[in-house]
């Protein structure tokens, strides 16, 4: 008898789960099945989607960009200029810097109509880097040594297995160049700034909201209440509306994609379409 008790004892346990969690389970189904995105998309977070929608949105006037970020990497910040760049055709777009705007972060404003900057923000940095680290000598003392095969004179480039070679340096050093020629060339473009005097305004070069509009980086000091004016007057809208995320649609999104991972987690195999 104890063998049969110890021989069905998963099963036992499984309807022991069903039997204690099925009315919560059935809950959240519930849940999920009203609130649930209607795409696997929906239930990403937003990122460059929200410019898009703006320019799509006939309703919308006019788009308000806060920024307050110390930058990134290169390739996402030439995507969110470029996509500004595009707006802006169809709608003003004003960019707020209310803490840091620099590097990266800078680089994705720069198309704007007007870049206003809090008197207390950071502005600048417009250089570009790479670094890496070279741990062969703690890799020597505790006795780790890499191998591998490679096709190609420089595809070993920034390993961290060893010191640098002068021409790997060298073939590191085109790609940032290149990076860094582009980046203050559309940043002299947008900001209709000479690009011959560019260690002016860039050379990685840290300034003040006051010292940055007096290189030609922003257009105006001011908070977030000078910002929000200063898109109202360049959309020309009478009533501005402000369009922010509904705190219980938020919650909901929030809801849904939680019971979304304990759906998938209890039942892979549900695909709702």
Same mark, same amino acid.
């Given at each position: 008898?104890?063998?049969?008790?110890?021989?069905?004892?998963?099963?036992?346990?499984?309807?022991?789960?069903?039997?204690?969690?099925?009315?919560?389970?059935?809950?959240?189904?519930?849940?999920?099945?009203?609130?649930?995105?209607?795409?696997?998309?929906?239930?990403?977070?937003?990122?460059?989607?929200?410019?898009?929608?703006?320019?799509?949105?006939?309703?919308?006037?006019?788009?308000?960009?806060?920024?307050?970020?110390?930058?990134?990497?290169?390739?996402?910040?030439?995507?969110?200029?470029?996509?500004?760049?595009?707006?802006?055709?169809?709608?003003?777009?004003?960019?707020?810097?209310?803490?840091?705007?620099?590097?990266?972060?800078?680089?994705?404003?720069?198309?704007?109509?007007?870049?206003?900057?809090?008197?207390?923000?950071?502005?600048?940095?417009?250089?570009?880097?790479?670094?890496?680290?070279?741990?062969?000598?703690?890799?020597?003392?505790?006795?780790?040594?890499?191998?591998?095969?490679? =096709?190609?004179?420089? #595809? %070993? @480039? /920034?390993?961290? *297995?060893?010191?640098?070679?002068? !021409?790997?340096?060298?073939?590191?050093?085109?790609?940032?160049?290149?990076?860094?020629?582009?980046?203050?060339?559309?940043?002299?473009?947008?900001?209709?700034?000479?690009?011959?005097?560019?260690?002016?305004?860039?050379?990685?070069?840290?300034?003040? =909201?006051?010292?940055? #509009? %007096? @290189? /030609?980086?922003? *257009?105006?000091?001011?908070?977030? !209440?000078?910002?929000?004016?200063?898109?109202?007057?360049?959309?020309?809208?009478?009533?501005?509306?402000?369009?922010?995320?509904?705190?219980?649609?938020?919650?909901?999104?929030?809801?849904?994609?939680?019971?979304?991972?304990?759906?998938?987690?209890?039942?892979?195999?549900?695909?709702?379409?």
């Amino acid at each position: 008898m104890e063998f049969i008790k110890k021989l069905f004892s998963p099963i036992t346990a499984i309807l022991k789960f069903i039997q204690n969690y099925f009315k919560s389970m059935i809950f959240l189904l519930i849940v999920f099945l009203i609130f649930a995105p209607s795409s696997k998309q929906d239930l990403m977070p937003n990122n460059l989607q929200k410019i898009e929608d703006a320019d799509k949105n006939t309703r919308i006037k006019g788009v308000l960009l806060v920024v307050d970020s110390p930058g990134g990497a290169v390739a996402p910040s030439v995507e969110i200029a470029y996509a500004i760049k595009r707006l802006k055709i169809k709608k003003p777009v004003v960019v707020y810097a209310s803490g840091t705007i620099a590097s990266g972060s800078y680089y994705a404003s720069i198309w704007a109509n007007e870049i206003i900057a809090n008197p207390g923000s950071m502005v600048g940095s417009i250089g570009v880097i790479m670094q890496g680290a070279d741990f062969s000598e703690i890799m020597g003392k505790i006795g780790i040594k890499t191998q591998a095969i490679q =096709a190609g004179k420089y #595809k %070993k @480039v /920034g390993t961290l *297995d060893r010191q640098w070679k002068p !021409y790997e340096i060298n073939e590191l050093n085109k790609v940032i160049q290149g990076t860094y020629d582009m980046f203050t060339k559309d940043v002299a473009d947008a900001r209709g700034l000479d690009i011959k005097k560019r260690n002016l305004f860039a050379n990685a070069h840290i300034f003040t =909201a006051s010292q940055a #509009k %007096k @290189v /030609g980086l922003i *257009d105006n000091l001011g908070v977030s !209440y000078d910002a929000k004016n200063r898109l109202i007057q360049l959309s020309g809208v009478k009533k501005p509306i402000w369009n922010k995320e509904d705190k219980f649609d938020k919650l909901i999104k929030k809801l849904s994609v939680q019971t979304a991972i304990m759906l998938y987690t209890y039942f892979p195999n549900l695909i709702l379409k």
